[in-house]
């Protein structure tokens, strides 16, 4: 290994023991079982050689939002497939859900009905059902995009139909904030929205909730995939 390589793979290695830290003392805080917590390691804008460094170090879920470079990543990091989860988190426009469909094993991002019966029809019939959350807009969410929480039900049942996804739960991209109980709050709505869904009949056991900036409050407020780019990559750079 070459010197720069060695020093990559010791920062990510690194980097990812102080994120499960702090996942596992969030956990403790809120009595839950670290375990029950998964992360998802945001490699979007980072090279190959990263993510390969990253799965040395243990990690074996990614997370990608732009396809043309997920698909790069995904063909040249072919002989991991077998040992790592590629999950698509990004928006997803229709004239790219083919590839998704081919290529990933979860979908974080489905926010419309129409995408996911493109996905569901695209879904090669060689590969297991693709995991899918509904993404929804919890009080004024960053990125815009998600149901809104009262259209969650009815949208989550006509998924939850379809014959090649297998619905797992809600995602959601909260509005920054720099407060614990203000980064708990929109946590705590997705959750109670979850909860609801269960209750109606939903066979569901996942939370995406929780970035870098605020996993923690994600983790107490019952997060099962928290979603960390920065704090194990480093600050991504979109000059290049
Ligand atoms: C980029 C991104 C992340 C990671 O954000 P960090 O703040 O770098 O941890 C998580 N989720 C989604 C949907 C993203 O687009």
Known sequence: MSDLRHHLAERLARHLADVHQRIAEAAQA???????????????TFPADAVRAAHAAGQRAFG??????????????????ASLEWHFIGPLQSNKTRAVAEHFDWVHSVDRLKIAQ???EQ??????????????????????????RDEAAAIAQQIAALPKLKL???????EPAAEL????????????????????????????MGMSADLEAAVLEG???VRAGTAIFGARDYSR
């Open 123 to 148: 879904r090669p019939d060689s590969l297991p059902p693709l995991n899918v959350c509904l993404q929804v807009n919890v009080s004024g969410e960053a990125s815009k995009s998600g149901v809104a």
């Open 223 to 225: 997060a099962t995939i």
């Open 181 to 208: 109980d203000a980064q708990r709050a929109p946590h705590r709505q997705l959750r109670e929205l979850f909860e609801r869904l269960c209750n109606d009949g939903l066979a569901l056991d996942t939370l995406s």
């Open 118 to 120: 493109r996905l569901s």
């Open 30 to 44: 809120a009595g839950r079982d670290a375990q029950s917590v998964k992360l998802l390691a945001v490699s979007k």
């Open 168 to 174: 797992r739960g809600l995602m959601s991209i909260p």
């Open 64 to 81: 990608e939002n732009y396809v043309q470079e997920a698909l790069d990543k995904i063909q040249t990091l072919a002989d991991l497939r």
